[in-house]
T-cell receptor, first 109, second 112 residues
């Protein structure tokens, strides 16, 4: 599976959009981009995933660049409850998930 | 609430002992996964089962074993426990191996 690179930490003001970047320059054509988050020591929570098109659901939007070498997770209106570690994972179908270090997002009032 | 349940929530035991962690997947999910998260570290994939059969192995020690039963619940057995085995153990499930995984609340194991 391709490796991912994420900034170790980010800050965002409450009510503003949080844009979390992920670099996956070695991604191959059949690998999906997944985003999970982990609030404190709870079980990771699935957010969104995509292959090459942009995706949106009730939690977030996922923007994947045309060359698929990077992506951005967008939380449109961050709240204090969005403070968490966000993991970007690149995964082939049927392959296991590898969680890296993630980005620690701190949403400030 | 993801629908995945794990018991017990907390477990404290001594070195050299053996423990069993239990996971019940979401209704309808055939795949079960086990992960270990040590203090301030990322999640390490241990093992995956699909419909009762082992499907993939990760960084699982020989002292650890798992199985998935006909009713699809799974158990992770940890034996000859060492201090370094203290960690959060998460179970996740999915309908098919290609689908997104839903995680349980975890079992916190403390080995003294």
């Amino acid at each position: 599976d391709a490796k991912t690179t994420q900034p170790p930490s980010m800050e965002c003001a409450e009510g503003r959009a949080a844009n979390l970047p992920c670099n996956h320059s070695t991604i191959s054509g059949n690998e999906y981009v997944y985003w999970y988050r982990q609030i404190h020591s709870q079980g990771p929570q699935y957010i969104i995933h995509g292959l090459k098109n942009n995706e949106t659901n009730e939690m977030a939007s996922l923007i994947i660049t045309e060359d698929r070498k990077s992506s951005t997770l967008i939380l449109p209106h961050a709240t204090l409850r969005d403070t968490a570690v966000y993991y970007c994972i690149v995964r082939k179908t049927f392959n296991k998930f590898y969680f890296g270090s993630g980005t620690k997002l701190n949403v400030k009032p | 609430d993801s629908g995945v349940t794990q018991t017990p929530k907390h477990l404290i035991t001594a070195t050299g002992q053996r423990v069993t962690l239990r996971c019940s997947p979401r209704s309808g999910d055939l795949s079960v996964y086990w992960y270990q998260q040590s203090l301030d570290q990322g999640l390490q994939f241990l093992i995956q089962y699909y419909n009762g059969e082992e499907r993939a192995k990760g960084n699982i020690l020989e002292r650890f074993s798992a199985q998935q039963f006909p009713d699809l619940h799974s158990e992770l057995n940890l034996s000859s426990l060492e201090l370094g085995d203290s960690a959060l153990y998460f179970c996740a499930s999915s309908v098919e191996p290609s689908d997104e995984q839903f995680f349980g609340p975890g079992t916190r194991l403390t080995v003294l």
